[in-house]
């Protein structure tokens, strides 16, 4: 709109003085002089509409210019992500599919097991205080069978533990001790299930990228070999391959190692938690056998 409104203002500035010039061509001389100031003037106007009309151009332009910078940084984490994961594939491809897919399938594997275990250990994870207060209740109550009731109610391997003490505390506190030992070692072989399968995993992807390195070299060294010489161009190559099959074996033996500290240190947690709820609880007995004497 700008643009028009100025086209327009020059286009009567123009008329304007066409008519002025053939005014003063019929006049006397004093005439012609006011004429001519009279037409600088409109000169003088003419000039500051087209300086309007560029500033305005010049305004829409930044205005555009400064959409476009706009605009830009919401493609460029996209574009980022397209170059990340072409450079993964292009590095897969360049490793060798051979042995980048058993180290794919070791990190793949690895992973499953892991995510497993730590959804099987979150879900055995109890609030060990209110369910011995549960227990408790329950024994002031009802007796071992409301009791055993609570611990049927309630997931985990602390729950489990208490169950199998309460099943003997008809046979006294000594057997009930055994039993929640015995059935720890249980519960604690069900926590560590699948920990050797990862640890079997974490070994063998630095060991496939290994024996990509030396497979790599090998190839390298026989390039050597039937030429007598070689250019460095022609075994970058097979040096590249070796080194490409190492990184991915010691990232994916990182990632893995990673999560079995953390299932570990989960087990460990709950290892701890199962021993000091055995002896409270088995002190719970204890109070509830003195009490009905």
């Given amino acids: 709109m700008k643009k028009v409104f100025s086209l327009l203002a020059v286009t009567m500035m123009l008329s304007v003085s066409g008519l002025n010039n053939v005014n003063a061509q019929g006049g006397n001389e004093e005439p012609v002089v006011e004429l001519d100031s009279a037409t600088q003037a409109q000169n003088d106007s003419i000039a500051a509409a087209e300086q309007a009309a560029a500033d305005a151009l010049?305004?829409?332009?930044?205005?555009?210019?400064?959409?476009?910078?706009?605009?830009?940084?919401?493609?460029?984490?996209?574009?980022?992500?397209?170059?990340?994961?072409?450079?993964?594939?292009?590095?897969?491809?360049?490793?060798?599919?051979?042995?980048?897919?058993?180290?794919?399938?070791?990190?793949?594997?690895?992973?499953?097991?892991?995510?497993?275990?730590?959804?099987?250990?979150?879900?055995?994870?109890?609030?060990?205080?209110?369910?011995?207060?549960?227990?408790?209740?329950?024994?002031?109550s009802g007796g071992v069978e409301e009791a055993k009731e609570v611990c049927r109610n309630t997931r985990?391997?602390?729950?489990?533990?208490?169950?199998?003490?309460?099943?003997?505390?008809?046979?006294?506190?000594?057997?009930?001790?055994k039993s929640v030992i015995a059935y720890g070692s249980v519960q604690m072989g069900l926590l560590e299930k699948g920990l050797s399968w990862i640890g079997l995993f974490i070994a063998l992807?630095?060991?496939?990228?290994?024996?990509?390195?030396?497979?790599?070299?090998i190839d390298a060294f026989d390039i050597i070999e039937a030429r007598g010489e070689a250019k460095p161009e022609e075994l970058a190559g097979g040096i590249?391959?070796?080194?490409?099959?190492?990184?991915?074996?010691?990232?994916?033996?990182?990632?893995?190692?990673?999560?079995?500290?953390?299932?570990?240190?989960?087990?460990?947690?709950?290892?701890?938690?199962?021993?000091?709820?055995?002896?409270s609880m088995i002190d719970l007995l204890v109070k509830h056998e003195l009490s009905n004497k």
């Fill in 205 to 217: 992807a630095p060991m496939l990228g290994f024996m990509g390195t030396v497979i790599g070299m």
């Fill in 156 to 177: 985990g391997p602390v729950a489990a533990i208490f169950y199998q003490g309460l099943e003997r505390s008809h046979e006294g506190v000594d057997m009930v001790e």
């Fill in 58 to 140: 010049a305004e829409e332009e930044a205005a555009a210019a400064a959409a476009a910078a706009a605009a830009k940084p919401a493609e460029k984490p996209e574009e980022e992500k397209a170059d990340i994961s072409q450079s993964i594939k292009t590095k897969f491809i360049e490793g060798g599919p051979m042995f980048m897919t058993f180290v794919l399938i070791a990190l793949i594997f690895g992973l499953a097991l892991c995510i497993e275990r730590i959804i099987y250990l979150n879900l055995a994870t109890t609030n060990t205080k209110k369910l011995l207060d549960n227990i408790e209740a329950a024994l002031a």
């Fill in 240 to 279: 590249k391959v070796a080194l490409i099959t190492t990184v991915s074996g010691l990232i994916v033996a990182i990632i893995l190692q990673i999560f079995y500290n953390y299932i570990v240190s989960k087990i460990d947690g709950l290892v701890n938690q199962m021993e000091d709820a055995s002896i």
